[in-house]
């Protein structure tokens, strides 16, 4: 029987256990557009970046700038402005990708899951009828149909568009 291979190169850094040693959310500053980071947005209050790993195409990462873990600890204003933002994210989205769904959440603590769990962030996940196939059912893959710096240079002037 003939192997059958799905190559995704991008997702070696992932599998290889190679971090960046800082935390993603509190970048060093610096001017927009930022595509090695995939830096969408960045204000005083709020951060928006692009999932280096996606679960779909267009999974976004909302973050406070405030390095802060846990949900009771943000502020009213840090709250106000990661929904205010994922309203905006959504509206753009929408936009650009057409999908039929979404899921916006956060995953709070390591064991839920929570990649960077010093580092409180939403995810927003794009999704699509039929989007989860065969391939994620038998081995946990997915594809993601659009590299990431083609998703960046879509996204990055509706951002920038934004107004809080």
Known sequence: MERKVLWAPWRGEYVSGKKDPGCIFCP???????????????????LVIMNKFPYNVGHLLISPRRHVANLEDLTEKELLYMMRMCQEAIKILRKVLNPHGFNVGFNLGKVAGAGYPDHIHLQLVPRWEGDVNFLAVLDEVRVVSTHLKTMYEKLFPLFQEVKL
């Open 28 to 46: 060093p500053e610096g001017p927009l557009p930022d595509p090695e980071r995939l830096i969408l947005y960045r204000d005083e209050n709020v």
